[in-house]
């Protein structure tokens, strides 16, 4: 028995490639745990983070400074009242949400969080996540014919024109930076641990390579992603001013909470894309200039280094709560959870433990910039209105993506002409 | 289009200033959040809250005069003022004040009326109430002030 | 390249087609088989982006308007049948709660128009004081036009932004008169309050601080390559339908009508001040964004001549204790934030007006909704109706 366990945690492959259907289970468990935290996390850190950028605090009251708010408000959806309108298509009413939740979930199969830490590898990775994330429209157009009603319609109309029409500007990011995984070994991959081993072997993140290439394919994807989720200022098809609340308007309780986890998952997995893609994946920063086994052990302090941060950061806010009686359960229950980050913390340390969570470490991390990206853009930005939106996408996105597309596979086959070019512009 | 709106527009200046201006406000002490019922924001001396009826401090009694000027300035009509007159002190003196909370809109026109400062709307604001009944004051409650009414579970 | 398509917009008045009718017809039924070019959409009264409880009943021809129909009164009080049984110094604060983010503009066009009815004139100092609070509430006004506008077009921060800065001036109201919204500032005859120590001062920190952070709205809005594209083209107002409509206040400067009473009939102090008139050009949304935001300029301009020039001296003029007005009828209007306010007053020589009419500008301006959504799409149809700047408690008085 620990034989076996210690013999796969030897091996250094995924389960997929181990061929254990045993250790894909425990993975695709471990994951689907993960994005839930991940999703709760994000709802907490959403609110506050924009009530912040909104000079308001945000939820403060269950729990010390809202942390508990989200498993309040996942309890109260999960009580509330379900409730399917009379006029409903009852079985597509019903299935949509599953729809939506079951893609953006399958998604995650394929994300490397680090070498060894996906389920499988696929040699057909980075379509199989662009297929089965645009399945999740189908869900959305579900819910919004089934609801039988005008807001819904429209709000899945919408989207569906949108997502459909995002989806070939991302593809054509997509495709320059499978394009560069060619250029030096000549052989390309759409494996996602493949590409991020092509940008090892190429010593560079895609985002710099042949810049300004790369960044502007990454620009490309960056935007198209947010229209892709249906996030501010692309989130027309919820947008509440005009249509209430979109697809989801008929709603309530537990299945709409299955619509919201999905799209924070898809968010997470669109990010987990961008990163593979243009960030290195689990790389950490500098492996070329900063390398060798002293910078090794180094950076694979700073997870732990983080949580102590993040720790530190809990137990001062406890030092600082206001000494009066009814904050003394928060102050408590916030000095709890700055121990157990910390204690977390202590466990990084653990020389076998440490060596394995630095990829994931990395990838979370850049993850969470995305995620951060996300709520600032709603938090600053108006909503594009609908022929707008389909002019970005069709008429400026578009082109650019075909455009780099062009010039990536020029400068990757020539690449005297693109010194040429340089010399001429200097 | 000259240059250089379109290198704006390329760099995408606009969008980059709005988002400089939400990330500079994120510092905490940004916030302007009053956590209600621990922070008490500031009343101003001249604001119109509670209702209040003002009572000689040596002696105990009202100062209303029972002159009924409160009640005809009052645009709802929802000041009731009876009084009888004192046969020691020849004085009259309120018997029975009502003042229907529910329907005033803290205008001030009765302490304005007032010709002996016995009225006044106090700085107090904490005036809801689990039930219509405790909306109309008598005379005691009035003199004494209203207590804020506590949140039960 | 054009900021905004016009190919698919036909805005222009007494346009025929299919589908567009010159009234919204939801009787008569379409013909065609299969009929899947219109919807009707009833947008309100619950509607997050109506502004409170107006009812719009949406044509559509998938997400283009063909025609609107505004149904109003979810919030009818009988205000002037209310002032018909209320002395005049009664009727006083129930005027606030008409247009209630305006309330001091309320309560200085009804204080105006019996003074007219009496002929008496309020005093110079109560004129100023008039004038700085007036102009305060049109800034905590566009700040709230400005915040729920930019929520309605998908901004959701500068909202806050707004109601932090308007914060200050409803603290210098409460100081003032007692109360943050429903002021009940003004007395008929002149000023009840005489201003607190440290009037001047709050003022003045108001507009230098202020000044600042409106340059601050500027740059989340003004230049973002969204917002010109959600503004810019959408709701074209021209002059002349401006002036058919009755429409006044901003939306008809922004069409380039330069009309203001604060200078075409200048009432109160405003003859002694030095500020100008915004006008747009375009009479789409975004010169109508830009005329306010120019105007909240202008009225800090107007608070510091005003705060320095403050006259001492009486604030109430001599009114008897029960007023009874001669027999006559009196039309008085001023420029509140939203447009021109008048009190219609006719006295029969009682303690009560025979008849009270006010003339609301948000009823008046919303009826160009339709004129101006016909032909754009629904998401504009919220940044019209948030660019009218209509409060419904006015509407519907």
Known sequence: MLDAITGYLNSGTTPGEYGSIFWATIYILVITIGISLAVIAMNWLERKILAHMQIRLGPMRVGPHGLLQPFADALKLLIKEDIIPEEADKLVFWSAPVVVTMTAFTTFLVVPFGRTHAVTDMNIGVLFMLGISSLGVLGIIMAGWSSNSHYPLMGSLRSSAQMVSYEIAMGLAIVSAVLMTSLQTGTGTLSMIGIVEAQNAQQTWFIFKFFPLGFIAFGVFAIAMVAETNRAPFDLPEAESELVAGFHTEYSGFRWSLFFLAEYAAMLAVSSIAVTLWLGGWMRPFPNFLSGPAWETAFSFIPALALFVLAGMCLLGTVRMPKIPQMRVQTVGLGIFGTLLGLVGLVLLVPAVRERVQDIFWFVTKVAFFMYLYIWYRGTFPRYRFDQLMKVGWKVLLPIGLAVLIATAMVGLYPELAAAVVGVVQ | MSLKPLLRKMFLVDLIKGLKVTFNYQAPSEAITEQYPLERPVIFERFRGQPRLSVNPDTGESLCIVCNLCALACPEQLIVVKGERNPVTRRKEPVAWTYDLSRCMFCGLCAEACSTDALELTQDYEMALYSREGMVLDQAALERGQEPTRYEK | ?397
């Not at chain 3, 204080?111 to 800034?139: D, F, G, M, N, W």
């Not at chain 3, 409460?174 to 009840?192: N, Q, S």
């Not at chain 3, 500008?361 to 700047?389: E, Y």
């Open chain 3, 1 to 397: 390249m054009s900021d905004f398509e016009t190919d698919y917009r036909h805005a222009k008045p007494g346009q025929s087609g299919p589908g567009v009718t010159d009234y919204l017809d939801l009787d008569t039924k379409d013909e065609t088989f299969l009929d899947a070019t219109e919807l009707v959409l009833n947008m309100g009264p619950q509607h997050p982006s109506t502004h409170g409880v107006l009812r719009v009943i949406l044509k559509l021809d998938g997400e283009k308007v063909l025609g609107t129909e505004c149904i109003i009164g979810y919030l009818h009080r009988g205000v002037e049948k209310i002032g018909e049984h209320r002395t005049y110094a009664m009727f006083n604060p129930y005027v606030d709660r008409m247009d209630y983010v305006a309330s001091v503009s309320n309560g200085l066009g009804y204080c105006e128009a019996v003074e007219k009815l009496l002929s008496v004139e309020a005093p110079p100092r109560a004129q100023y004081l008039r004038v700085i609070l007036t102009e305060l509430c049109r800034i905590s006004s566009h700040q709230v036009w400005l915040g729920t506008h930019a929520l309605d077009i998908g901004a959701l921060t500068p909202l806050f932004y707004c109601f932090r800065d308007r914060e200050e001036i409803l603290k210098i109201f409460e100081k003032y008169c007692g109360a943050r919204l429903t002021t009940h500032a003004f007395r008929i005859g002149g000023c009840l309050y005489e201003a607190y120590d440290g009037f001047e001062q709050d003022c003045k920190k108001f507009c230098d601080a202020f000044l600042p952070k409106l340059d601050e709205y500027e740059e989340l809005l003004t230049t973002n390559r969204i917002w010109v594209r959600r503004t810019k083209g959408v709701g074209i107002l021209n002059p002349e339908d401006c002036i058919a409509l009755g429409v006044t206040g901003p939306v008809l400067r922004a069409s380039g009508v330069k009309w203001d009473l604060r200078k075409a009939q200048p009432y109160e102090s405003y003859k002694d001040f030095d500020f100008e008139i915004p006008t747009g050009l375009n009479g789409d949304t975004y010169d109508r964004y830009l005329v306010r935001i120019e105007e909240m300029r202008q009225s800090v301009r107007i608070i510091r001549q005003a705060v320095d020039g403050l006259p001492t001296g009486p604030i109430i003029a001599k009114v008897p204790k029960v007023i009874k007005p001669p027999v006559g009828e009196v039309y008085h209007s001023i420029e509140a934030p939203k447009g021109e306010l008048g009190y219609f007053i006719v006295s029969d020589g009682s303690t009560q007006p025979y008849r009270m009419r006010v003339r609301p500008p948000s009823f008046v301006n919303l009826q160009a909704l339709d004129k101006m959504v016909r032909g754009l799409l629904v998401a504009d149809v919220v940044a019209v109706i948030g660019t009218l700047d209509i409060v419904l408690g006015e509407v519907d008085r």
